[in-house]
């Protein structure tokens, strides 16, 4: 298992290379399980409104392709220095850079984002809180998959792990969910696995 203080450390977006295969794999197997999949209609339906906080919009469609190409201009997309915690929609769900992502700027900026996000939820009535999520952008590179014992982030605290991990959908159960030519990612795609469970699979998981 790898160590948090051993993930490799970055300073920007690792654009080129290639997303190693076995997270094919891991995907394929998430999305085999209801416990750990969301279709694209089923994100539509609960999610009150979409933000996606990155750091360019060449990350946000690597990391959200099919979400964009499915939800066009209904997702929000705001620059990792422009979020205002109490002018977020009431319902958002809200998708951060990971916190043990290996890019060190982008990990404490979001660290920073989440207190302010979590300050935020704790002020608000129960129907208009946030929810708040995690992705990945350099850590495909370098986590171990939760097959081989490995796991993206360190076991402790409040860190996210595999537990609250979940995949979108695959393109063939979803309609409107294809990639055009005109927007395939000019970087690597990474897989559409996100981190911090949603009501529906948080409710989902304790009725199974």
């Known amino acids: 298992m790898r160590h948090d203080e051993e993930r490799p450390r970055t ?12 997270w094919t794999q891991v995907l394929g197997s998430m999305r085999a399980n ?7 209609d089923e994100v539509r339906a609960e999610a009150a409104h979409l933000l996606i906080v ?5 990350v946000a469609r690597a990391c959200f392709g099919e979400m964009l190409d499915a939800f066009g201009d209904s997702v929000e997309i705001a620059a990792v ?7 977020v ?3 958002t769900w809200v998708f951060l850079p990971h916190r043990q992502d290996g890019w060190t700027d982008l990990e404490d900026a979001s660290a920073r984002m989440r207190r302010d996000l979590v300050k935020e939820n704790s002020s608000r009535e129960a129907p208009d809180k946030l929810v708040l999520m995690e992705y990945g952008i350099n850590l495909w590179m ?7 014992g490995g796991d993206p982030v ?11 991990a979940w995949a979108l959908g695959a393109n063939g159960t979803d309609a409107g ?9 000019t970087a690597p795609a990474r897989p559409p696995i996100y981190f911090g469970l949603p009501p529906i699979l948080r409710q989902r998981r304790w009725d199974g």
């Open 11 to 22: 300073s920007g977006f690792l654009s080129d290379g290639t997303v190693p295969g076995h």
């Open 34 to 40: 209801p416990f750990t999949h969301l279709s694209l």
């Open 54 to 58: 990155t750091p360019s919009p060449e």
């Open 81 to 87: 220095d422009e979020l205002v915690p109490n002018h």
């Open 89 to 91: 929609p009431a319902g």
């Open 142 to 148: 370098w986590a171990e998959p939760p097959s081989s």
């Open 154 to 164: 360190c076991h402790a605290g409040e860190l996210i792990s595999w537990e609250s």
């Open 177 to 185: 969910s294809g990639t055009s030519e005109t927007s395939l990612p």
